[in-house]
């Protein structure tokens, strides 16, 4: 009688172990499969910009469209314009040419500078179509000039304040006395435009 009761306790017992191991593993499958929607849903979509990264051996042809997108950063405009491939930039690949617009972005031609260069970026890339995107600041274009009264004549440097750009033959009588102050400490002038605007000023 005992060895049946032990019999019929062990069976019960042995029934709700399977019951509590099949639920359990029922339950983690359940929290997996949730795991992998959420992981789904948050995962960022990929970018066509993954040629940037991605060097399949391509390079780039002399036929190459290149299309340059200037972004002015002060006010979040934009211009494109569409070229030839410039001669230095044929036969790169990605890594490449990505290396090229980094010593381009560190090192900037004077010109460059002048417009408020900031960086440029690979936005595309195949060997007949390739999209550049370059960053300007007008708020951070050096100054161009810098006027100065020297040898009571106003006389016009380059940037440098060693080059000098224009003997202009105004001489110091013919300027107001708030000029004359202005000049002693030197005036930094942005442009041309502006430059010739003081000019037509104090000739005026």
């Not at 910009?49 to 997108?69: F, P």
């Not at 006395?177 to 104090?202: C, P, Q, R, W």
Request: some cysteine; proline content about 2%; glycine content about 4%.
């Amino acid at each position: 009688m005992k060895r049946n009761i032990w019999l019929m306790v062990f069976c019960v017992v042995g029934f709700f172990a399977l019951c509590t191991v099949a639920y359990y593993q029922s339950y983690k499958r359940m929290v997996n499969e949730q795991n992998n929607v959420l992981y789904k849903t948050k995962e960022p979509a990929k970018t066509q910009n993954s040629a940037q990264v991605v060097n399949d051996g391509q390079t780039i042809s002399a036929k190459c469209q290149m299309t340059v997108i200037c972004h002015e950063v002060s006010d979040d405009s934009e211009e494109q314009h569409i070229t030839a491939v410039l001669p230095e930039y044929v036969g790169m690949d990605v890594n490449m040419l990505n290396d090229r617009l980094t010593y381009e972005s560190t090192n900037p031609d004077l010109s460059e500078i002048d417009k408020g260069f900031i960086r440029a970026e690979l936005v595309s890339f195949a060997p007949k179509s390739l999209v550049i995107k370059r960053y300007y600041s007008k708020n951070d274009i050096p100054d161009k000039y810098f006027m100065v009264l020297e040898d009571n004549y106003v006389t016009i440097y380059y940037a440098d304040r060693k080059t000098v750009f224009e003997n202009t033959g105004i001489s110091r009588d013919k300027l107001r006395a708030d000029e004359i102050v202005m000049l002693n400490e030197g005036i930094a002038v942005k442009d041309e435009h502006t430059l010739f605007s003081i000019l037509e000023g104090y000739t005026s």
